[in-house]
């Protein structure tokens, strides 16, 4: 299936992937993630967007965020991308391009698969084989929902709040999501989401996104006819991580 358009809508959590050009390298050094951070936190107050979690892998981004306006993502995006790859450039004496051209989006239901979608960023260095636990990663947001680290970049969100009445039962109760086995189905149906720019979540919240936008914004496996079903709950799913 042709991937569809992307689409942002007040409100709605959005799980976002920009790649690396032919998925080349886009951080050479410790220099480079805090320069993107930084410019990261620029658009996200210039825009009134909140982060829920991130993470930065040599060759591509995740981004867990909502948007109080729709077009301010792509703002967002092309604002961070620019001073971002200017700095690059200026660096390393390279000139062209540094992404590729069009980032991945994904609308999450926050009722069903907002935490698996957030436990699948945070995982991916683990899937990655670059740590074997979460937390051995600086450059995510894992701490700072886990372990309560200082993250200025990070808004939890109200889904996230429901974990528990107190900072340390939230923290406790998000630990336990990731002392599951990994589910390679839940990661693959939050890939083929994000790949689409197609909503991630059950069939009833992927018919709304539909009528919403005015065509058909249903998932679609590849490679074999259309199954109807319902993706788990987040307390249900265990969502590993992939690039």
């Not at 729709?70 to 391009?97: D, E, F, W």
């Not at 991945?104 to 260095?125: F, G, K, M, T, W």
Request: with cysteine; aromatic share 8%.
């Amino acid at each position: 299936m042709a991937r569809q358009p992307r689409i942002h809508l007040p409100g709605l959590p959005l799980h976002i992937v920009q790649r690396g050009h032919n998925r080349q390298a886009c951080f050479f050094a410790v220099g480079d993630y805090l320069r993107y951070l930084h410019w990261l936190g620029e658009a996200l107050r210039a825009t009134r967007i909140k982060l829920h979690a991130y993470v930065l892998m040599t060759n591509h981004v995740h981004l867990l965020l909502t948007p109080q306006d729709a077009s301010a993502v792509p703002l967002a995006m092309i604002s961070l991308g620019r001073r971002y790859v200017q700095s690059v450039n200026k660096r390393y004496a390279r000139t062209g391009t540094l992404w590729d051209s069009r980032y991945h989006a994904s609308i999450v239901c926050s009722d069903s698969h907002l935490l698996a979608c957030q436990r699948y960023i945070e995982l991916n260095p683990v899937r990655a084989g670059m740590v074997c636990e979460p937390a051995q990663y600086r450059w995510s947001s894992f701490r700072c929902n886990a372990l309560g680290k200082s993250d200025k970049l990070i808004s939890a969100h109200p889904t996230y709040g429901e974990l528990g009445r107190s900072d340390a039962a939230r923290r406790r109760e998000y630990r336990q999501l990731f002392e599951r086995g990994h589910d390679a189905t839940v990661a693959a149906e939050i890939r083929l989401a994000v790949n689409q720019n197609q909503p991630l979540g059950p069939m009833s919240f992927q018919v709304a996104i539909s009528d919403l936008a005015g065509s058909d914004r249903r998932v679609r496996p590849r490679g074999r006819p259309r199954v109807s079903r319902d993706l788990p709950k987040f307390d249900d799913a265990q969502a590993p991580d992939g690039p």
